[in-house]
């Protein structure tokens, strides 16, 4: 019977550590997951941080790419920035070397599901070509390229036609002529080639019997390109939903007036009144969960939770058996009374080793207290708790360190092994 009990508590132990480890995997998932959503929410949207780095649109053209140097430290696949006055798409343009690259990775080069706004790899990178398509997901809280989908109502599309591509070969201006529902599979949309004299004419006309909503189109592309901004159709798996325009090398004469709308950020003031489409403040950093776990166990070494009364308690409980024994043992020798050498050396040993563990802990407790401060400094000099959660980072080995040094710190100096408190005095009431 007593060795079944024994299996049964051991079955019990190992069924617990067994329970709390699916817990803590089941945690640390849910917080990923969260994380990644909260992410992908905030950083979905061209944020102050990012905007502050955007190229300045000068009206003669001169140094059309300012900014872009800035832009291509951060990212060196930046190519463009597109803006559409109005809505919120207003996002720099990345190219990858394939149209998979950047369907679910941000200009950062972090993965998240709101992707980047990317030209079709198969396009030149200074949109030379006659026909340039450009991607981005659909949105539903209207980012990214989720203002597309607006296009469909007629007052909308009417009222929301123009934007710019600054590039670094210059500015083009943005005049949306069609908004067209088609599908993945199209080639007549997707299909990029340089033969625009007999393409444009198949697009045009595919364009004329699949538009929702539409202008003139234009007759030939001699004085301009065409864009396509493409974005998914929520209501259907491989529906897509297209913006056509026109893009032409920019025009002070006609389009000047447009410098006016153009979101922008005056960095020597940080004015953020103009950010109407700019969405939500993010910043571009990152935080590990592996080092705000070490961090925890850091502070819950010196304040255990489960056992902060025992922990500090014996502290007072020490030196007050230390004083007690101590008077004790004076008194005994004053009486003269005499003891075995045996007694009186387990007596001295009990007193020196109540001193030397009152003498540890304060040191402890000092040691562990500096070794928190070290933690926590460390944590919020390294760590952007408003940027993505990645299991590991660079100083994930150092905080490991640091929660290591106060596990040892407490292990040598604050446990004591001798009768605990409560026990002497259970012992006493019986």
């Known amino acids: 019977m007593r060795r079944l009990n024994q299996f049964a508590k051991g079955a019990n132990t190992v069924l617990m550590i067994f329970v709390a480890l699916v817990a803590a995997v089941m945690l640390v998932s849910g917080l990923y997951v969260l994380n990644d959503i909260f992410y992908t929410n905030r950083t979905a949207f061209v944020s102050y941080d990012l905007l502050k780095y955007r190229p300045k649109a000068q009206e003669d053209d001169e140094a059309a790419n300012n900014g872009f140097e800035e832009l291509q430290k951060i990212n060196p696949d930046t190519v463009g920035w597109i803006e559409m006055f109005g809505t919120n798409i207003n996002y ?53 390229f989720g203002d597309i989908a607006k296009y469909l109502d007629p007052e909308f599309f009417s009222s929301h036609n123009d934007g710019i591509i600054q590039t670094l070969h210059g500015n083009y201006s943005i005049h949306v002529f069609a908004c067209v529902r088609t599908n993945a599979y199209e080639d007549t949309v997707y299909q990029i080639d340089a033969d625009s004299e007999s393409r444009y004419p198949v697009l045009k006309k595919y364009i004329e019997e699949h538009s929702v909503n539409r ?22 798996t491989d529906g897509r939903i297209v913006l056509f325009a026109s893009i032409a090398p920019w025009d002070n004469a006609t389009d000047g007036i447009a410098f006016q709308r153009i979101t922008s950020v005056d960095t020597a003031s940080s004015d953020t009144t103009q950010l109407y489409a700019a969405g939500h403040t993010t910043q571009t950093g990152r935080w590990s969960f592996l080092n705000l776990m070490c961090l925890i166990c850091t502070l819950l070494t010196l304040i255990p939770l489960w056992a902060m009364g025992r922990k500090f308690g014996q502290f007072g409980y020490s030196r007050k058996m230390y004083h007690r024994l101590k008077g004790q043992m004076d008194k005994e020798q004053e009486a003269g009374q005499n003891y075995e050498k045996q007694e009186e050396d387990e007596k001295q040993n009990a007193v020196s080793d109540l001193r ?3 003498i ?71």
């Open 215 to 236: 202008t003139e189109i234009p007759d030939n592309i001699s004085d301009g390109h065409i864009l396509g901004m493409s974005t998914c159709a929520n209501a259907v």
């Open 360 to 430: 540890k802990g304060h040191i402890g407790i000092f040691l562990e207290i500096i070794i928190l401060i070290i933690s926590v400094i460390v944590f919020f000099m390294t760590e952007d708790l408003s940027g993505i959660m990645v299991i590991r980072d660079r100083w994930t080995g150092l905080m490991i360190l640091i929660a290591a040094a106060a596990l040892i710190v407490d292990f040598i100096c604050l446990r004591y092994r001798g009768i605990l408190p409560e026990e002497t005095e259970n012992s006493e009431e019986e």
């Open 92 to 144: 720099p343009v990345v190219q990858g070397d394939n149209n998979l690259e950047y369907l679910n990775k941000d200009i950062f080069g972090y993965s998240t599901a709101s992707g980047s706004i990317y030209l079709a790899a198969e396009n030149n990178s200074d949109f030379s070509d006659w026909y340039n398509i450009i991607y981005g997901h659909h949105m539903d809280n209207g980012a990214m």
């Open 356 to 358: 030397h563990f009152i």
